[in-house]
């Protein structure tokens, strides 16, 4: 019976770290869907992930407070309500045609992520025996990537029509069959989003009524922590590089439906699928790169990925048709390690200063708030082509990282992105 149990916890904590991704990687989808139907400009658009990202930012510490003094499952609990209430509230905010209010459902959401990443991990590690935590991790992990791969393809066929006004059809419509289109651009997510939410609150009541162990924050192997943690160099290049990464991370998917369209005339539908595509190499490239990383040292790999995608990039940038779309798919195989190997090289050697070092790490995802927008920016004054120039200078801030850390020979992976 407490084998039953067990088994069942396992379910519905794994269930999360799949929720959390497919609610991220429909962002993809949205910035081109809603820059239609509210027309946006780029910059504006950008804003949809600022909003998703700055959340993590304002709501890690207090979720980590909220969770210390109620317990992980109420925080669960919580993060998977707020997570509800911000998908339904894109019902009202279709209606209405609002972006602003769009964007106030988007951060809901993502204070709710916050929540559940923040127990997630720990909890999955002590459902059942210790011996085989790391690998109930990995393979709840391996869902996040199966999100990731399932979101756009599902947002493509779902939420895009396919059809995009040019500015001369636009101008020939009338003001109401304008409207008529535009509301039913912004309609297309209505439904959708009720459903992602009536399956969040389900899960929401199966945990609460599920008997999960709680877990006791352990001290620091009663050792003193000694000397600012800002005087941990490593550690702020880490957190700079991760900043830089995970912005990188965000810009390359968020305006890869644009891109395509501009480079090689490809429809959003196909560009959705064709991003899904990209996503698949980025879980496939995780567990190449874990493989690789036997025989080559995590720093060298991680500067010979940086390379790869500064390189993929410059090829993105300066040439066109379906050559520069593929040149932005491979950018995510190379993308897929560095996230967790930025992460293990930045705490490394910690000691007593590993949690606090961790919680910055982790804090540097605020940088998927402010590159996207800078992205937006430079788009909205040049093209959307030449903005991929943004997260091109992202990785060469990743390499130089890299190469500070060159004679590390290895590292655990277990942060997962």
């Keep these: ?21 497919f609610a991220l990687n429909l962002n993809p989808i949205l910035i081109p869907h809603l820059k ?57 905010a279709a209606e209405m045609r609002h972006f602003g209010f769009f964007l106030v459902a988007l951060f809901i959401i993502a204070s709710g992520l916050t929540l559940l990443e923040t127990a997630a991990n ?7 025996d210790s011996e085989s935590a790391t690998q ?13 791969f399932l979101a756009p393809l599902m947002g493509g066929f779902f939420i895009l029509s396919g059809k995009t006004l040019t500015p001369e059809e636009e101008q020939a ?32 009541v199966l945990i609460w009524r599920t008997s999960l162990p709680e877990i006791k924050d352990e001290e620091e192997d009663n050792e003193e922590m000694k000397g600012s943690i800002l005087e941990e160099k490593n550690l702020v290049l880490g957190v700079v590089a991760q900043f830089f990464y995970v912005g990188a991370q965000v810009c390359i998917s968020s305006f890869f439906i644009r891109f395509a ?9 196909t560009a959705a699928y064709l991003l899904s595509a990209a996503f698949l190499s980025f879980m496939i490239g995780r567990f190449i790169g874990t493989y690789l990383m036997k025989f080559i040292a995590p720093s060298r790999l991680l500067a010979i990925y940086s390379i790869a995608n500064i390189v993929l990039l410059a090829a993105a940038v300066s040439t066109t048709g379906m050559l520069a779309v593929y040149a932005l798919v491979g950018v995510q195989f190379f993308m897929s390690i560095m996230f967790p190997t930025i992460f293990a090289l930045s705490i490394r050697g910690l000691g007593a200063k590993t949690k606090m070092g961790s ?36 990785f060469i801030v990743v390499l130089y990282f890299a190469i500070k850390n060159n004679s590390v020979k290895s590292v655990k992976l277990g942060a997962s992105h």
Aim: with cysteine; proline share 3%.
């Design 1 to 21: 019976m407490a084998d039953r149990k067990t088994r069942l916890a396992v379910i519905l904590i794994t269930s999360l770290f799949f929720l959390w991704g």
């Design 36 to 92: 239609k139907a509210c027309q946006l400009s780029d910059f504006q658009s950008a804003l949809i992930d600022s909003a998703s990202y700055i959340a993590y930012f304002l709501i890690a510490l207090p979720a980590g407070l909220f969770m210390k003094k109620y317990g992980y499952k109420a925080g669960i609990t919580l993060g998977l309500l707020l997570f509800a209430f911000g998908t339904f509230l894109f019902y009202p």
């Design 122 to 128: 720990p909890y999955i590690t002590v459902l059942g």
């Design 136 to 148: 109930r991790l990995n393979f709840a992990q391996s869902f996040n990537g199966l999100a990731a």
């Design 173 to 204: 419509m009338s003001s109401a069959e304008l409207d008529a289109y535009l509301n039913m651009e912004a309609a297309s997510v209505q439904i959708p989003f009720v459903i992602i939410g009536l399956v969040v609150l389900l899960v929401a």
């Design 261 to 269: 369209d501009h480079v090689a005339g490809v429809e959003e539908k």
């Design 359 to 394: 919680s910055l790490v982790i804090m540097a995802i605020v940088g998927g708030a402010i590159f996207p927008v800078i992205m937006g920016q430079l788009s909205d004054v040049s093209t959307i082509q030449t903005a991929y120039i943004v997260p091109a200078v992202c």
